[in-house]
């Protein structure tokens, strides 16, 4: 699976829309791009994923660059609740079976 | 459905001492996961399972530590004997995989350890 890259730590104000960049400059052409996030003393909880074209769905929007080299997830109204490392992860599709290996992620503080 | 459910939620124990960490998967789900978090390593895989199978345990820090999935519902984690350096979080996580599908993990609330 192609190796990302994503900032250590971000704030956000509430009510705002959190933008979390990952750069996956290694990715081919059948990984997807997967996001999840942990909020503090939980298990991670899936949040979208993508292969080109942009998502959305209730959580948040994914926005992959046309080159497929970085992608965005954005919350677009940030709340306290929201507060959590966010781990992005690429991985083939079709690899089934195979496990998520997760990064450090990167830590969204929404402060009010 | 009431998701992926994991006992003990907190668990302290004096080293030495075996302990036992369960989890019961989302139904009708035909993969299993054990990770463990720490500050230090950040989440980590130890095993996982595919229809009661284990697939791969080279996450699995040494023999101290086994796993097992008596049905396809239900997996337990055994440390015996422990020791302060396993003391962590412990994840569970399962999911359902279907050929030419990808993987949407569905994790616990975790098993806080404490070895003193």
């Known amino acids: 699976d192609a190796k990302t890259t994503q900032p250590p730590s971000m704030d956000c104000a509430e009510g705002r829309a959190a933008n979390l960049p990952c750069n996956h400059s290694?990715?081919?052409?059948?990984?997807?791009v997967y996001w999840y996030r942990q909020i503090h003393s939980q298990g991670p909880q899936y949040i979208i994923h993508?292969?080109?074209n942009n998502e959305t769905n209730e959580m948040a929007s994914l926005i992959i660059t046309e080159d497929r080299k970085s992608s965005t997830l954005i919350l677009p109204h940030a709340t306290l609740r929201d507060t959590a490392v966010y781990y992005c992860?690429?991985?083939?599709?079709?690899?089934?079976?195979?496990?998520?290996?997760f990064g450090k992620g990167t830590r969204l503080s929404v402060i009010a | 459905d009431a998701g992926v459910i994991q006992s003990p939620r907190h668990e302290v124990t004096e080293m030495g001492q075996e302990v036992t960490l369960r989890c019961k998967l989302i139904s009708g789900h035909n993969s299993l996961f054990w990770y463990r978090q720490t500050m230090m390593r950040g989440l980590e895989l130890l095993i996982y399972?595919?229809?009661?199978?284990?697939?791969?345990d080279s996450g699995m820090p040494e023999d101290r530590f086994s796993a097992k999935m008596p049905n396809a519902s239900f997996s337990t984690l055994k440390i015996q004997p422990s020791e302060p350096r396993d003391s962590a979080v412990y994840f569970c996580?399962?999911?359902?995989?279907?050929?030419?599908?990808?993987?949407?993990?569905?994790f616990g609330s975790g098993t806080q350890l404490s070895v003193l």
């Open positions: 290694t990715i081919s052409g059948n990984e997807y």
């Open positions: 399972f595919n229809n009661n199978v284990p697939i791969d």
């Open positions: 992860i690429v991985r083939a599709y079709n690899s089934g079976n195979t496990p998520l290996v």
């Open positions: 996580a399962s999911s359902l995989v279907r050929p030419g599908q990808g993987r949407k993990l569905f």
């Open positions: 993508g292969l080109k």
